[in-house]
C-alpha cells in the first residue's frame, strides 16, 4: 500500500516535444477568404482548417510586427509560458515554423485535487531549436531543390506533394528532447590518420574517378567519420548528417563479419570482396534489381546541380560516389563500380582498422579521463565529443547531467554574441566545473569532475588538456 501511496506522489517530468510544424507564404493568399491558399505544409495535419489559417495568421503577425522595429532581422523565435515558437524565412517569402511545447513538471496535490503544473519555459535554448529548424530545411533541399524550383516546375500542384512526402517522414525522426549543441555545430567528425594511410585513400578516390568518369564528387568516409570529401563543406554537412542519422544507422548490421557471415565474400584474385550497395541494388545478382538511385542537390556557382547519390560499403569504410543525374545508371555501370571499388575498398578498409589500432596501441590504454569535452573549429567543421557516446537521429546518448548540457549552450550563446577570444568558468553542480574558451574560430567546452578543486587547480587543469589533447590549437593563456 505504502509503495502505491508514493507512487501517487511522484513529480511527472515531461520532455519538450513537437507541437506543430508548418510551411507558409503570405503572398499566396493576399485577399480575405483565400487564408487557406498560404499553407503549403502543415504538421498534425488532421488539425481544423480554420485553427491552421489562425495560427499561421498569428505567425505572419508576429513577424510583421517585428519588422517595425527591426526591418532587415524578423523574428527568430517567442517565448510563452507553454511553448516556444520559431521562425524562419528559409526562401524569399517562404516561411517554416516550428512550435515546441515546453518542458514541463507535473506535481502532484493532496485531496484528489489535479495536479500542478509548472513550465520550464528557460530549458529551451533558442539556438539549439533554431538550428533544428533550419536543418529541417537544409535536409529538404539536399533531396529536393529549392521550394522555388519546385514551383518553377510545377506551380502548388507540385510543391505541396513534395512537402507533404518529405516532412511527413523527416519529422517523424526529429527527436527533440535530445537535441543539444551539437546540433547548433551542425559540425564533421573526422578520423584521425597518418599521412601513408591519408595517401592512400587519396589515390584510391584518384583512381576510380579516372576509371569511372561519369563519377563527378566523391566522399571517403571510415566509423561514420570523414576522411576525404570533394563537395563543398555546406553539402557535405547536411549530407554527412543524413548519413550517420540515417542512412548508416539502417544498415548496421554485424561488421566486420568473418567467412561464415551472410555477406558475400568472393574472390577476385585471392582477396575476400566484401563490398555492397547501401543506396541502389540490394544484390547485383538478382535479375529484379533496381538500379535507381536517391537524388541529391548541391550547390554551384550558378544555382544547384541535381546528382545520383551512390553509397557504396566494404567492412567499415563507405564511400560517396556523386554523378550528374542527367545520366542514366544500367546494371553494367553497377557491375563495373562494384568489380572496380569492391576488392579495392576491402583492402582500404583492413589497412584503415589495422593502423587505427595500432596507433591506439601506442598512445596507451583508454582509461576514462577526470573531464569530458566538445571540441568545434568553424573553419574546417571539425567536431569532436567525448560526451556523446552515440548520436544518431533517434538516440543521444550523453554522459552527462542533461543541467550541464544546457550550461554548455548558455556559454555558446555567450561566445556567439562577442568575435572576441573569450574564457568563461562555472562552478556547476555539486561536484562539476564547466569550462568553455573560445579562441580564434575554434570552441572548446570541458566538464570536470572534481569535488574540491578551486578556480586555480580547474584553470592549471584544462591548461593541461590543452597541450596534450589539443596541441598548438589555442593560444588564450
Known amino acids: ?155 502548388v500542384e507540385l510543391l505541396i506533394p513534395k512537402l507533404e512526402k518529405f516532412f511527413y517522414r523527416y519529422l517523424q525522426t526529429l527527436h527533440l528532447q535530445s537535441c543539444d549543441l551539437l546540433d547548433v555545430f551542425g559540425g564533421i567528425s573526422f578520423f584521425p590518420l597518418d599521412k601513408m594511410t591519408y595517401l592512400k585513400i587519396q589515390s584510391f578516390v584518384n583512381r576510380v574517378e579516372e576509371n569511372l568518369r561519369l563519377v563527378k564528387y566523391t566522399a571517403f568516409l571510415y566509423n561514420d567519420q570523414l576522411i576525404w570529401s570533394g563537395l563543398e563543406q555546406d553539402d557535405m554537412r547536411i549530407l554527412y548528417k543524413y548519413l550517420t542519422t540515417s542512412l548508416f544507422p539502417r544498415h548496421s548490421e554485424p561488421e566486420l563479419a568473418g567467412r561464415d557471415s551472410a555477406l558475400r565474400p568472393e574472390v577476385s584474385g585471392n582477396l575476400l570482396h566484401y563490398g555492397r550497395f547501401l543506396t541502389g541494388p540490394a544484390n547485383l545478382k538478382d535479375p529484379d534489381a533496381k538500379f535507381r538511385f536517391p537524388r541529391i542537390f548541391v550547390h554551384t556557382e550558378d544555382g544547384s546541380e541535381e546528382l545520383h547519390l551512390i553509397v557504396y560499403k566494404a567492412m567499415s569504410a563507405a564511400v560517396c560516389f556523386m554523378i550528374s543525374a542527367s545520366v542514366e545508371l544500367t546494371r553494367e555501370f553497377c557491375e563495373r563500380l562494384d568489380a572496380l571499388v569492391g576488392p579495392q575498398l576491402t583492402l582500404l578498409a583492413s589497412d584503415i582498422c589495422e593502423q587505427f589500432t595500432l596507433n591506439r596501441r601506442i598512445s596507451g590504454p583508454d582509461k576514462e579521463p577526470q573531464f569530458k569535452f566538445i571540441y568545434f573549429n568553424h573553419m574546417n567543421l571539425a567536431e569532436k565529443s567525448t560526451i556523446h557516446m552515440r548520436k544518431t537521429a533517434s538516440v543521444s546518448l550523453t554522459s552527462v547531467h542533461p543541467d550541464l548540457m544546457k550550461i554548455l549552450g548558455d556559454i555558446n550563446c555567450d561566445f556567439a554574441r562577442v568575435d572576441e577570444d573569450e574564457e568563461v568558468i562555472v562552478k556547476a553542480m555539486t561536484d562539476y566545473w564547466v569550462v568553455g574558451k573560445k579562441s580564434d574560430q575554434r570552441e572548446l567546452y570541458v566538464i570536470l569532475n572534481q569535488k574540491n578543486a578551486n578556480l586555480i587547480e580547474v584553470n592549471e587543469e584544462v591548461k593541461r588538456l590543452c597541450a596534450t589533447q589539443f596541441n598548438n590549437i589555442f593560444f588564450l593563456d
Not at 16 to 36: H, Q
Request: glycine share 6%.
Open 1 to 155: 500500500k505504502s509503495t502505491a501511496s508514493k507512487a501517487i506522489t511522484q513529480e511527472k517530468q515531461y520532455t519538450p516535444s513537437l507541437l506543430s510544424f508548418f510551411v507558409y507564404n503570405p503572398s499566396f493568399g493576399p485577399r480575405e477568404g483565400e487564408e487557406e491558399k498560404k499553407i503549403l505544409f502543415y504538421h498534425p495535419s488532421e488539425v481544423e482548417k480554420n485553427e491552421k489559417i489562425r495560427n499561421v495568421g498569428l505567425c505572419e503577425a508576429i513577424v510583421q510586427f517585428t519588422r517595425t522595429f527591426c526591418p532587415t532581422k524578423p523574428a527568430k523565435s517567442l517565448h510563452t509560458q507553454k511553448n516556444r515558437q520559431f521562425f524562419f524565412e528559409a526562401e524569399d517569402s517562404y516561411w517554416i515554423v516550428m512550435i515546441v511545447k515546453n518542458p514541463m513538471v507535473e506535481k502532484p496535490n493532496k485531496d484528489g485535487k489535479p495536479p500542478t503544473i509548472e513550465y520550464q519555459e528557460e530549458e529551451v535554448l533558442d539556438t539549439v531549436y533554431g538550428a533544428v529548424l533550419r536543418q529541417c530545411y537544409s535536409m529538404y533541399k539536399l533531396f529536393n531543390g529549392t521550394f522555388g524550383r519546385a514551383m518553377e516546375a510545377g506551380g
